[in-house]
């Protein structure tokens, strides 16, 4: 038996308090993996960050990278370093009901940026 190796190169999206950056993707049926990454900068904005999809709320991650999710589909890796955050999403088997945005929100002010995708060949 072969098997057939998956490679992705992952997108990342850096963040400030005020920024933000619109990415959709809309026909996701046929990839095997998507993968998010949410780069936060700085204290405030990582007290609490949150990742949703159709209005959904799919992941919680709170200082010290403590991770709640809902979806047993994702593999959630953080990293915090210093003052910054670093979130990386792999959601396995996506479905067309997985297509559209997925928002990555954080901080005081709840800004939103929305992951870019990354799919493997």
Not at 72 to 89: A, K, Q
Request: glycine share 8%; net charge positive; proline share 2%.
């Amino acid at each position: 038996m072969t098997r057939k190796l998956s490679y992705f190169i992952p997108v990342l999206i850096s963040l400030a308090v005020t920024s933000k950056v619109s990415f959709d993707y809309n026909s996701i049926a046929s990839r095997r993996i998507i993968g998010m990454v949410c780069k936060v900068q700085g204290q405030e904005e990582k007290s609490l960050i949150s990742i949703q999809h159709g209005g959904t709320e799919k992941v919680t991650i709170t200082s010290g990278c403590v991770i709640k999710s809902n979806d047993t589909r994702l593999s959630i890796s953080c990293i915090e370093t210093g003052n910054d955050i670093m979130i990386s999403v792999n959601l396995t088997r996506p479905g067309s009901s997985d297509s559209g945005t997925w928002n990555c929100s954080y901080g005081q002010l709840y800004d939103t940026v929305t992951f870019a995708d990354f799919i493997s060949k």
